[in-house]
């Protein structure tokens, strides 16, 4: 089909302006992720396109009659931002109110459709431009005057949203009734993954808030060991009066080093909540530094690792509890790999933890 003559002017406008759509597109993508890196907003991906010649010829043979100039065409450059949660695309939203020239009237929200096979469809989408306070360029006006659209939508929602394209939406023949309802029930499902994923997330979250407040708390009985609880105990430094009475013994400098390891230590020894750590150091204390006297006296050791706090805790509560030297070399392995090492300093320890009747 042959386009008529308007159309063939709207034509040779893209093409005029088809490389400051290409510039426009790389800098909404940076200032999108730039913007999203400040705010500490992890999503699956940022992307767009230009409208390709044969794409917009075959807009323009449906619809031509519709726009007066390119102008009115507002999706030439498309730039689409996937969350990895529904609920974060209002999130997303009101970034890109603060960031761009939003024209309401043309923008919609597309998530407020009803019908059930429309899902993969159920984006935000603003059409927008971009204000000379984010980016300007004199010798380039037309970057703050074309308009963009930016779609906003969930990984499923995209998933969804690329299988219907590519099975139905464009293909030149009818897909029967038997598979459009076959579809239909399968975003169905999509819609409800998508919600409960959000839903889980919400809880988790709440979770690990209240973990966060019990931990601070001091109600340690209360509180599970586990990974997340674990962390938020170490952000309490509670090793920090010991590890310096250590690092006293020779004036030596407190080094940061990660406790997570010990997190397996610690549950294989038999902790099931943060109240036994707690009672392991208030109970342990004083023999593991009875423990780094003989370690670290005439050492000049002058550096020290805040872990090593720890470790004694963990070297005493193990010898106390009968453990001996096979469960220092059970204890080591499991910090440093199996090596022949572990042996020797298990059995140098035994014989150190002798001398302070630890044992």
């Known amino acids: 089909m042959k386009l008529d003559i308007h159309c063939e002017m709207i034509l040779d406008e893209y093409r005029e302006k088809l490389p400051v759509f290409k ?10 992720r730039d913007r999203l890196a400040k705010n500490q907003i992890v999503v699956s991906g940022v992307e767009g396109r230009v409208k390709t010649e044969k794409s917009l010829t075959g807009k323009l043979e449906l619809k031509g009659f519709k726009y007066n100039t390119l102008d009115d065409i507002t999706d030439i450059l498309g730039v689409r931002i996937i969350t990895f949660f529904s609920d974060e695309v209002d999130v997303i939203s009101a970034l890109a109110e603060q960031m761009f020239e939003i024209d309401w009237e043309n923008s919609v929200d597309k998530r407020k459709m009803l019908e059930i096979d429309r899902f993969g469809y159920m ?47 464009k293909s030149d023949v009818e897909i029967p009734a038997e598979y459009q309802r076959n579809m239909s029930r399968l975003a169905g499902m999509l819609e409800l993954a998508d919600e409960q994923f959000s839903h889980i997330r919400k809880e988790i979250n709440a979770y690990r808030r209240n973990v966060q407040s019990l931990v601070a708390s001091g109600n340690f009985d209360e509180v599970p060991l586990n990974g997340d609880t674990f962390r938020s105990f170490l952000s309490l430094n509670p090793f ?16 940061d080093d990660s406790l997570m390891p010990y997190y397996n ?27 780094a006297l003989i370690q670290l006296a005439g050492t000049g050791l002058d550096i020290l690792a805040k872990s090593a706090a720890l470790q004694n805790l963990c070297i005493v509560f193990i010898l106390k509890h009968g453990f001996g030297a096979a469960g220092l070399v059970r204890l080591f392995a499991a910090l440093y790999g199996d090596n022949t090492y572990n042996a020797q300093r298990a059995d140098r320890l035994y014989e150190q933890a002798k001398r302070t009747n630890i044992i």
């Open 23 to 32: 510039k426009l597109k790389d800098i909404v993508i940076k200032l999108l």
């Open 123 to 169: 984006s935000l989408h603003y059409i927008c431009r971009l204000p000379k306070a984010q980016y300007h360029d004199p010798e380039v006006p037309e970057l703050n005057h074309l308009r963009f659209e930016l779609q906003m939508r969930s990984t499923l929602q995209h998933v969804w949203a690329n299988m219907y394209h590519d099975m139905g939406y």
């Open 240 to 255: 920090k009066r010991l590890a310096d009475k250590m690092a006293a013994i020779n004036q030596a400098e407190l080094y």
């Open 265 to 291: 230590v610690l549950r294989n020894l038999g902790m099931k909540t943060i109240g036994d750590i707690v009672r392991m150091r208030n109970e342990h204390s004083e023999s593991a530094y009875q423990l």
